[in-house]
T-cell receptor, first 112, second 112 residues
Framework: GENVEQHPSTLSVQEGDSAVIKCTYSDSASNYFPWYKQELGKGPQLIIDIRSNVGEKKDQRIAVTLNKTAKHFSLHITETQPEDSAVYFCALENTGGFKTIFGAGTRLFVKA | EPEVTQTPSHQVTQMGQEVILRCVPISNHLYFYWYRQILGQKVEFLVSFYNNEISEKSEIFDDQFSVERPDGSNFTLKIRSTKLEDSAMYFC??????????FGPGTRLTVL
């Protein structure tokens, strides 16, 4: 079945540094890859997504890259700020588009 | 800004009791989802619902679970006979189509 591996589980960076979170997946038919941010006590919130016909997408300090051949995708946050501290989940939609599989999450700490 | 709402925010129940978790999706959305998140773990897909029927469900969503859209605005998750291991945060989400899902704040279910 579908599976998403996410690394690292915890990431601590200094304010202003970059953070990179990586995910690999097994279902080669997946074509939608969202990233969600979850703050304490809240539901996940989409921060960026990418579809399989694109290799990279950027939105201000956040970028996502996708390598369909190698079946991995990554989240890049530049110039990190304390408010970026949260849990980040990669995810993918299965072929039919009605099931979203989440990675295990990365707890990001940005130290001021 | 429209948002997904969920009630109650916290539900405490005795093992074996039935619970109904309620969600009001964003009004023009057509796809509805339930997820659960055991404390400190990843978000797990339970079920998706479209056009008044289940589109897809996970192995977790067994005969003890059911979903319903009783009217034009509510989307409910029923657990018929709760078990201790059902204790988790339950998130409802909705989307216009395949793609970005908007999550509610969650209902914390505690089974004693």
């Amino acid at each position: 079945g579908e599976n998403v591996e996410q690394h690292p589980s915890t990431l601590s960076v200094q304010e202003g540094d970059s953070a990179v979170i990586k995910c690999t997946y097994s279902d080669s038919a997946s074509n939608y890859f969202p990233w969600y941010k979850q703050e304490l006590g809240k539901g996940p919130q989409l921060i960026i997504d990418i579809r399989s016909n694109v290799g990279e997408k950027k939105d201000q300090r956040i970028a996502v890259t996708l390598n369909k051949t190698a079946k991995h995708f990554s989240l890049h946050i530049t110039e990190t700020q304390p408010e970026d501290s949260a849990v980040y989940f990669c995810a993918l939609e299965n072929t039919g588009g009605f099931k979203t599989i989440f990675g295990a999450g990365t707890r990001l700490f940005v130290k001021a | 800004e429209p948002e997904v709402t969920q009630t109650p925010s916290h539900q405490v129940t005795q093992m074996g009791q039935e619970v109904i978790l309620r969600c009001v999706p964003i009004s023009n959305h057509l796809y509805f989802y339930w997820y659960r998140q055991i404390l400190g773990q990843k978000v797990e897909f339970l079920v998706s619902f479209y056009n008044n029927e289940i589109s897809e469900k996970s192995e977790i969503f067994d005969d003890q679970f059911s979903v319903e859209r009783p009217d034009g605005s509510n989307f409910t998750l029923k657990i018929r006979s709760t078990k201790l291991e059902d204790s988790a945060m339950y998130f409802c989400a909705s989307s216009e189509g395949v793609g970005e899902q908007f999550f509610g704040p969650g209902t914390r279910l505690t089974v004693l």
